[in-house]
């Protein structure tokens, strides 16, 4: 079910384990995962809390390492980078919206959005430039110098959407965007990311988007639903629609 | 970052200005003292040597000479000239009946070497005049504005004012009294031992330091060179007395001060956006980056304390020498690079503590809530 595609896969895990602590303290938070994330696809992760979906999409995106089996992202094994290549390799291709939204309360919203080109070490002129664009992409363009505290919270999810977009990264990693908004935001902010894994990367590459929620109101913008339990995928939706 | 979180940064730079503010104007103090110390040396320039007695090691604390000493110094091989010069406390009555302690200077009736360098009113060569005596400005206030021509009465000899100088002070701004040399051994009897200095000129061709070894290695006496004898001087200060002691001591509590506000407060700065430094590292920031954003925000708290620390201590500066000019505060600008190695310390240890806690952090604590 999860190797359905070849070799064009945008992520690829193969048997993945990642145990946290040691003997009794252990906690086995993935026992096994295979999963291809395919470029253009918004792809779904559902499942209990605890099932290991943050842990799976930490690995992905490079922040945390496996404890066994084998991941592939973009090209690279994170495994054989080091920090800073790592470093180097999220800020060009990952983009990563927040449950707390995780915005620089003191900054206005356009230099929040402009961080990460600042990162990359775009100048500064044409990252605000360029983040004025994001946010006016995602309906903010009249927000530009407001700064977090004085938008609502739907709002602030799409800066940090825009600010996920702002480097035309290759994959989106969304940790359960909607879980802090109510229906009508969380249905603004899936159509932009939904909006986004429709997208072609500077380099016409096709992106893809993961989210991952037990939010059953917003499955229907998925393209593929993967559910988990117990640091596995499951192939029926066990105790899916707790929400 | 920090700079948005006015309350912490106005603490910060508080602190640091706090901290450089106390160092320099203590270093300028202190300074300001030592260069005092020598403020009787630098009334006389055309000495190349000082002689007095061996052991002598302040200014103010000679060992007198005999006048035998005088010619065993002008035969010197290599002396162009030496003559004496009286320096020594005495008290002075004033004609309402009170008493003040003067420093008296006798300077040579014919050469005039050692002589105040400024007159104020009155002539020099009036000084040649039996009894005669000239005051600086201090002694003039001291001596409830004498007038010229008034008379005092020292050791029950009488003196007369002809005329007021200006001279600089000695560390404890006493007054001082010019007169001629045999005036003043009149004025103030110390028995067979009473040269207290002979002031030595090199000739053209001879070194000083020759010839003050030359004359060293009389017996019981000793030549210092003009800039042995400041250092001697300066030494004494720093040795001798605990006043270098306490200057070390306010400055090692600025130190402290500015240590721990810095610290702390970029220890607290970090603790409050751990979340957000995580972010950052999540979306690919490198440690260099990192570095440089912490480096960039400690160095600019940092400049901005120092500028006002120092700022502030030189408007102290300015003030104490408008007024009584008693207390004279000095800052040469090798002070204001001294200032910055205290602020640099305080920023870096800051921005080490801060580093430390945001190079270990774990990206992965992004995505827990
Ligand atoms: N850093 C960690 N140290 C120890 N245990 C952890 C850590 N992170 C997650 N876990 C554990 O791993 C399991 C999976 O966690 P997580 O991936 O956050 O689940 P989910 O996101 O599906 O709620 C949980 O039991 C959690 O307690
Ligand atoms: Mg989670």
Redesign the pocket.
């Known amino acids: 079910m999860n190797d359905t595609t070849g070799h064009d896969a945008l992520v690829r895990l193969r048997g993945v384990h990642k145990t946290?602590?040691e003997g009794r303290a252990e906690?086995r938070?993935l026992r096994g995962v295979d999963l291809d994330v395919n470029p253009g696809e918004m792809l779904m992760l559902m499942?209990p809390?605890?099932?290991?979906?943050?842990?799976?999409i930490s690995i992905i995106s490079g922040v945390l390492s496996q404890s066994q089996g084998n991941v592939e992202a973009f090209g690279y094994q994170w495994e054989k980078l080091s920090e800073d290549a790592k470093a180097i390799a999220r800020a060009q291709n990952i983009g990563y919206v927040f449950q707390q939204f995780h915005l620089v309360p003191q900054l206005p919203a356009i230099e929040n959005v402009a961080v990460p080109l600042l990162i990359r070490g775009v100048p500064r002129e044409q990252a605000l430039r360029r983040a004025a664009a994001s946010l006016t992409d995602v309906g903010l363009g009249d927000r530009l110098d407001d700064p977090p505290r004085q938008l609502s919270g739907g709002m602030q999810q799409r800066v940090s959407v825009a600010r996920a977009l702002v480097g035309q990264p290759r994959l989106l990693v969304c940790d359960e965007p909607t879980a802090n908004l109510d229906a009508d935001n969380g249905h603004a902010v899936m159509e932009l990311l939904r909006k986004a894994s429709r997208r072609t990367d500077d380099q016409g590459r096709a992106c893809a988007v993961i989210v991952?929620t037990h939010d059953a109101r917003v499955e229907s913008f998925a393209d593929r639903i993967e559910y988990?339990e117990d640091g596995r995928f499951v192939d029926a939706p066990v105790g899916a629609h707790q929400a | 970052m920090l700079f948005a979180d006015k309350l912490k940064y106005i603490v910060l730079v508080c602190g640091l200005a706090f901290a450089v503010l106390l160092i320099t104007q203590q270093c300028a103090i202190f300074l300001g003292i030592l260069i005092r110390a020598t403020g009787p040396l630098q009334n006389i320039g055309q000495a190349d040597i000082w002689v007095a007695g061996e052991h002598t090691y302040y200014i103010d604390m000679v060992r007198p000479m005999s006048d035998r000493d005088l010619y065993r110094v002008r035969a010197t091989p290599g002396v162009q000239w030496a003559e004496p010069f009286f320096f020594f406390n005495t008290i002075v009555q004033l004609p309402d009946g009170k008493f003040t302690v003067v420093q008296v200077i006798g300077v040579d009736r014919q050469t005039m070497i050692g002589r105040p360098p400024t007159m104020l009113s009155g002539r020099l060569e009036d000084l040649r005049i039996p009894d005669a005596v000239l005051l600086d400005k201090v002694g003039r206030r001291r001596l409830k504005d004498v007038q010229v021509g008034d008379t005092l009465r020292l050791n029950d000899r009488r003196a007369t004012v002809v005329g007021f100088c200006n001279a600089k002070k000695g560390l404890l701004s006493k007054a001082l009294m010019y007169t001629t040399y045999e005036n003043a051994l009149r004025f103030v009897p110390l028995g067979r031992q009473r040269m207290t200095y002979i002031l030595v000129k090199v000739k053209e061709d001879q070194s000083v330091r020759e010839v003050a070894d030359r004359i060293s290695a009389l017996d019981g006496i000793h030549g210092w060179t003009a800039d042995e004898m400041r250092k001697r001087n300066i030494d004494f200060i720093l040795k001798d007395t605990s006043v270098g002691l306490n200057f070390a001591i306010m400055v090692g509590l600025g130190m402290f001060v500015g240590l721990v506000v810095s610290m702390s407060t970029f220890n607290q700065f970090t603790n409050d956006n751990l979340q957000h430094y995580a972010v950052i590292k999540a979306m690919g920031a490198r440690s260099r980056t990192l570095i440089g954003m912490v480096v960039v925000q400690a160095m600019t708290v940092g400049l901005i304390g120092y500028g006002l620390g120092v700022g502030l201590a030189a408007l102290f500066t300015r003030t104490v020498r408008n007024q009584a000019n008693e207390l004279v505060a000095f800052i040469p600008w090798e002070l204001l690079v001294v200032a910055l190695v205290p602020m640099l310390l305080c920023v870096s240890l800051g921005a080490f503590v801060a580093l430390r806690r945001v190079l270990r952090l774990d990206p992965?604590s992004v995505f827990a809530s």
């Open positions: 946290f602590g906690v938070a499942g809390s605890g099932c290991g979906k943050t842990t799976l991952v988990m | 992965a």
